[in-house]
């Protein structure tokens, strides 16, 4: 299986400073032909389910602000957060869909306010 | 406006079985592959199962397989999850998942329900 480990664990940020939760896969996810990395990244906020952000590891969601940026390739990825809004606290999922059928997501990351 | 809402989730005893569903409204059921994802109490998300527009293929994660058993009904506009065997483990709140326009091969999931939990305890 491939796994998905994301880093770090936990973080706590300021309001209107940076964020960024890193994303590593055990195997490329990018697949030349479409020239795409099948990743994708999901907010949780406390007691709602998970919601698609970020999809082809770059692509933002329709309605997603534009303070979340995904970026990487290949095995490493980032979300980004530019400047920290209140409502951003949730934790945070990558998942893989190049392994299709077997579909895996990150342990997940924790963002807070410092 | 696309909704999927989750249903049927008990205490069952170990051992035990239970169907859960999900009902589906605001998009056509047989235009998406469909997949139920899990998360148990405080942990992260586990994908467990997805089956394909036409119901034609189903896939499962090895954590469940041939225990639990995926299916839709498109008249009834709802997907189903047969879960068999129950383990203490299977204890989670159970989602159901929309997969985007693209089929198969681009499985990140757009839409996703409220959730029903399962315990399984004695």
């Known amino acids: 299986d491939i796994v998905m480990t994301q880093s770090p664990d936990s973080l706590a940020v300021s309001l209107g400073e940076r964020a960024t939760i890193n994303c590593k896969s055990s195997?490329?996810?990018?697949?030349?032909?479409?020239?795409?990395?099948?990743l994708a990244w999901y907010q949780q906020k406390p007691g709602q389910p998970p919601k698609l952000i970020i999809y082809?590891?770059?692509t933002r969601e329709s309605g997603v602000p534009d303070r979340f940026t995904g970026g990487g390739s290949g095995t490493d990825f980032t979300l980004t957060i530019s400047s920290l809004q209140a409502e951003d606290v949730a934790v945070y999922y990558c998942?893989?869909?190049?392994?299709?059928?077997?579909?895996?997501f990150g342990q997940g990351t924790r963002l807070e306010i410092k | 406006q696309v909704q999927l809402v989750e249903s049927g989730g008990d205490l069952v005893r170990p051992g035990g079985s239970l169907t859960i569903s999900c009902a589906l409204s605001?998009?056509?059921?047989?235009?998406?592959?469909m997949s139920w994802i899990r998360q148990a109490p405080g942990k992260g998300l586990e994908w467990i199962s997805f089956?394909?527009?036409?119901?034609?293929?189903?896939h499962y994660a090895d954590s469940v397989k041939g225990r639990f058993s995926i299916s839709r009904d498109h008249s009834k506009n709802s997907l189903y999850l047969q879960m068999n065997s129950l383990r203490a483990e299977d204890t989670a709140v159970y989602y159901c998942?929309?997969?985007?326009?693209?089929?198969?091969?681009?499985?990140?999931?757009?839409?996703w329900g409220q959730g029903t939990l399962v315990t399984v305890s004695s």
């Open positions: 195997q490329s996810v990018f697949y030349s032909p479409t020239n795409k990395n099948y």
């Open positions: 605001g998009f056509t059921l047989s235009d998406y592959y």
């Open positions: 998942a929309r997969g985007s326009a693209g089929g198969q091969w681009e499985l990140y999931f757009d839409t």
């Open positions: 082809w590891a770059s």
């Open positions: 089956i394909s527009s036409n119901g034609g293929t189903k």
């Open positions: 998942q893989q869909y190049y392994y299709a059928p077997s579909l895996t």
